[in-house]
């Protein structure tokens, strides 16, 4: 049985690689994709979505979301993505558009009609999640787990302390964070070790469709290189589905700091239970990366 999912997402380069992901693991059912902005403005991350879907051929419905973070303006990750969000490949021209209501209503939805409780998976900022469950607590019984790729039990890697996804929006994560959903978060203690080999990345265009159009985007991606690898931090979300063994998960309390001065962003994992807090999240602290390494290309060469 695969698993229904609603994919929350900002491409952004790594996103394209687990949305093909989403769309050719056989355990995952992907029954709807919604944006947000982060990587690059909404317009950009909805533009990229359909062009991806339209790509696959994929008849999945997408739903634009929010342009904005809850309350602050929005910073974006132009600088590793290129301009457009998914710099290097020439996409074909589509008729393809999104739904005519935002992603939360959209999710909502879904989730109300839905025959059995769905997997939230997000990979961008929180803010449509937190817009979902302020505007619709009613259709949290249906939401069977939320994987997140966001946060770090260490460092950052937009701010010292904070990781981009969660640092772009504190105060979304921290709602969602405090809603007492089961949560599992892979943050940046995994995706730092997802590394596609430069082997592996070389030989990408002899692969498929898909390797070919990845290879062209990863050689823009600035999240490593080519000659030593390139960091999968959005797979890492997808990978957890579909492979759940590879990973080594810690029952955290975690809190995300909303007011600090060089601290906002902040991911706040009690790993050793300092707090006095009942967990409210699963959190991914190791990595099989050879396991890892090994479903990324089984998935991918199931691809187009």
């Known amino acids: 049985m695969s698993q229904p999912i609603i994919l929350d997402t900002d ?10 992901a989403v769309l050719f693991a056989p355990e995952l059912d992907l029954k709807l994709m919604t944006t947000v902005a982060g990587n690059v403005s909404v317009e950009k991350t909805t533009r990229n979505a359909l062009q991806l ?7 999945v419905p997408l739903a ?11 910073r974006d990750a132009a600088y590793v993505h290129g301009e457009s969000g998914m710099e290097g490949y020439d996409f074909i021209d589509h008729q393809r558009q999104p739904l005519a209501k935002p992603a939360f209503q959209a999710i909502r939805d879904l989730l109300m009609h839905s025959p059995e409780p769905v997997t939230l998976v997000a990979i961008g900022p929180l803010t449509n999640i937190a817009l ?7 259709c949290q019984f249906n939401i069977r787990r939320l994987v997140i790729m966001g946060g770090s039990a260490g460092r950052g890697n937009f701010t010292p302390n904070a990781e981009f996804n969660i ?6 994560a921290a709602r969602v964070f405090q809603s007492g959903l089961p949560i599992v978060m892979c943050g ?28 062209a985007l990863f050689s823009h991606y ?45 991911t706040v994992v009690d790993i050793e239970g300092r707090l006095g807090q009942p967990a409210n999240a699963e959190v991914a602290l190791g990595l099989d990366v050879e396991g890892f390494r090994r479903w990324v290309a089984e998935v991918l060469a199931l691809a187009l």
């Not at 342009?67 to 303006?73: I, K, N, Y």
């Not at 890492?236 to 063994?245: F, K, N, Q, T, V």
């Open 53 to 59: 879907l339209h790509f696959w051929q994929a008849d």
């Open 222 to 266: 600035r999240s490593g290189s080519m000659n030593s690898g390139l960091r999968m931090h959005d797979l890492c979300a997808i990978a957890y589905l579909a492979r759940p063994e590879i990973f080594t998960l810690k029952p955290c309390f975690v809190a995300v700091e909303t007011q600090g001065t060089y601290t906002a962003g902040t």
């Open 188 to 215: 940046l203690d995994v995706t730092n070790q997802a590394v596609l080999t430069p082997e592996y990345l070389a030989a990408l265009p002899t692969l498929n469709k898909t390797g070919e159009m990845l290879h």
């Open 132 to 138: 979902l469950l302020s505007q619709y607590p009613e």
């Open 167 to 172: 640092a772009i929006d504190p105060e979304a």
């Open 11 to 20: 491409p952004g380069i790594d996103d394209a690689a687990a949305i093909a």
């Open 64 to 74: 634009q979301g929010a342009a904005a973070p809850l309350l602050r303006p929005l």
